[in-house]
């Protein structure tokens, strides 16, 4: 088994250590916030002098900077920065330099689940940086979820958690909206949610309306058929779903944005081709 120290100590953090203690690991525990540890010190944990005080140390924060705000001056000589917290890819880069700079080495993740699924076997990581480090401690970290390693770069696990979230967040608030307007003519969320799921679910499929993979294939060729959808098509079709929020007296800065994306991808000539072409106009904003 092996020591791992925890730092930051929020809902993810806390379950971290908790996870790593039932894992049988000896962990220690940092938090700004000293008192937070008291929980987890009950549990077997114990209490790290410094954030730096251990040669495994797995962050998870609200941001970078409070890694370095953490470990201040500290040297890291030999040690390994598993930082889980959330920036941008860019930001993650400049910390693997400031790692390197005081002797450590950073692997940079992005977890996918929330707190209650930390170590259960739908958990998967995004981790990067040096492959052998993350090979040396993947039977450690394999008790928070599974690892997924995307490559060296340090910033390119974070540009994996973040396309993930897009897809979360845009997809759960267009359900929000969705919601919303069915609400004004009295249609309960819980009667509209059963279709929601479905179109989750086929959308993420293998069938007619498993778009998921039919646009990374279209993507990845460079051509988007357009004969039985157009754009054109659907930049008409989502100009009426902004109308029908509007006239439902929901808001609509999400749709309308959509829409303008739409109608510029159909202004720029391509509105006879299918939805997929709207990514070229993603591209080049
Ligand atoms: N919660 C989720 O479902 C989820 C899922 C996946 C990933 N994440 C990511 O995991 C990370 C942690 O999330 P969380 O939900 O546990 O809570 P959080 O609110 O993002 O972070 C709380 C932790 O950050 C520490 N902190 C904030 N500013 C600090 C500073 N300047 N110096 C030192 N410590 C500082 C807090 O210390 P104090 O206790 O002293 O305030 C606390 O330990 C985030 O980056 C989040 O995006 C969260």
Known sequence: MSQVTVVGLGPMGSKMAETFLAAGH?????????????????????????AADGDLLVVSQISYQAMYDSLGDARLDG?????????????????????????????????????????LPMAYTFYSGPEDVVDQHR???????????????????????????????????SHMHAMAMLRTAGVSPLEFAP?????????GGDGPMGFVKSLAEEFAAGVYPGELNSLHMQAVGIGHAVEALAE??????????????????????RGHEGLGTVIESIRKP
């Open 26 to 50: 000896e962990v220690a525990v940092w938090n700004r916030t000293a008192s937070k540890a008291e929980p987890l010190l009950a549990k077997g944990a114990r209490r790290a002098n410094t």
């Open 79 to 119: 040690k390994v920065v598993v930082n889980l917290s959330s920036d941008t890819p860019g930001e993650l880069r400049r910390a693997a330099e400031w790692v390197a700079g005081r002797g450590g080495t950073l692997i940079t993740g992005g977890i996918m689940v929330p707190p209650p699924a930390i170590g």
């Open 139 to 173: 039977g450690t970290l394999e008790a928070l979820s599974k690892v997924t390693y995307v490559g060296p770069d340090q910033g390119l696990a974070m540009m994996f958690y973040q396309a993930q979230l897009l897809i979360f967040w845009s997809s759960l608030t």
């Open 195 to 203: 279709f929601a799921q479905e179109s989750f679910t086929q959308l």
């Open 248 to 269: 439902a007296g929901v808001e609509t800065t999400v749709p309308e944005a959509l829409k303008r994306l739409f109608e510029r991808a159909d202004a720029e000539g």
